[in-house]
């Protein structure tokens, strides 16, 4: 099984015959390489997390360009999807507990939350604003075009005989018992500082074999910044010198 990210929370998994793609999305930041949308084209399935643009954005014009790929999401992605000229026919409706097969893979629906946004995060992002206010009056439109409503899933996905747990957002429910010992952990990081404390007891219960993390990119300024993923890397590497911490590189193929 091979592991792709792509910028933000879009993640391809690919064993060779069946590839899968999650929660894509094209980065606004032309300071940064980004994968174009072309580059999105050839996957069997694309998954998503939740709502927001952020995950779904580059979806209505993807489909245009692939004209194979199905999407599979909550029922208010789809309606947004939808409602941005995407086809409603190659939208399948999924929820919680719900277990698809995709070619040779398994995927499984685990009820999941967003995290919240904590007020130093937007403290460090703030002076930005001021410079960047034009795009940020076009994010806060465009985001309040792409609600969530609370509907937000990770994914299990299992095939080859390895398993991977996907969050498009980090934000577990305590009473929920999901599953242990993945051989890889997908981490979304985006929103807060304080990922590390809000990850730990989770990555302590469930002990996944490694960690790949994501959303730390600086994609679409002022809302977004690069985040220094240091302390969550030596937080992890002192609690759990076993684990694999992986800071990916956007667009380098990594072995399972």
């Not at 940020?136 to 994914?155: D, M």
């Not at 007891?201 to 002990?207: D, L, N, V």
């Amino acid at each position: 099984m091979k592991i792709t990210w792509y910028g933000t929370a879009t993640v391809g998994i690919d064993d060779g015959e069946t590839k899968l793609l999650f929660d894509p999305f094209v980065r606004m930041n032309r300071r940064i390489p980004t994968t174009p949308l072309e580059g999105f084209a050839g996957f069997d399935a694309i998954f998503v997390t939740h709502g927001h643009f952020d995950h779904i954005y580059s979806i209505p014009a993807l489909l245009k360009i692939d004209g194979d790929v199905r999407v599979y999401c909550t029922e208010t992605p789809k309606n947004t999807l939808v409602g941005k000229g995407a086809p409603a026919d190659r939208i399948d409706v999924i929820k919680p507990g719900d277990e698809l097969r995709v070619g040779n893979f398994t995927v499984k629906v685990w009820k999941f939350r967003h995290i919240v946004f904590d007020p130093v995060y937007i403290l460090t992002v703030a002076p930005k604003c001021t410079v960047f206010f034009p795009k940020l009056f076009w994010q806060t439109y465009t985001n309040k075009k792409f609600p969530s409503k609370g509907e937000i899933v990770a994914y299990e996905i299992e095939g080859g005989g390895k398993r991977v747990f996907l969050t498009g957002s980090f934000r577990d429910t305590p009473e929920i018992e999901y599953p242990k010992n993945a051989d890889l952990l997908v981490l979304a990081n985006g929103g807060s500082i304080f990922v590390p404390e809000k990850t730990a007891g989770f990555i302590a219960k469930y002990t996944p074999k490694a960690i790949l993390v994501d959303h730390f990119d600086n994609a679409f300024p002022p809302v977004t910044r690069n985040l220094d993923l240091t302390r969550l890397k030596k937080r992890v590497q002192r609690d759990h010198p076993e684990i694999r911490f992986i800071i990916p590189e956007a667009g380098k193929e990594l072995e399972l």
